[in-house]
């Protein structure tokens, strides 16, 4: 099965990596580095703990996170 999980890696340009779920951003390293392989290990090693979660615990954070989608949609008008 594939990973609900992919990574926009950090670069010379943007000192932070993008963890997205579903294609939705995540989460956002912030650690005070200004190295980007820092960052880009930092988020793998987070993914690999999110891929750790239960079903249950998947469903509720795709729950959480889709919920989130909804509000800000509705709550911002379209262009």
Excluded: F, K
């Excluded at 820092?38 to 919920?67: C, F, K, W, Y």
């Amino acid at each position: 099965m594939a990973s609900p999980y992919t990574l926009t890696p950090s670069d010379e340009t943007a000192y932070g990596t993008l963890i997205h779920l579903h294609g939705r951003v995540l989460l956002i390293t912030g650690i005070s580095s200004d190295s980007p392989a820092q960052h880009n290990r930092l988020a793998e090693l987070m993914v690999g703990v999110l891929s750790r979660l239960t079903p249950a615990e998947q469903a509720e954070l795709d729950a959480i996170v889709g919920a989130h989608e909804a509000c800000w949609t509705q709550e911002t008008p379209a262009p």
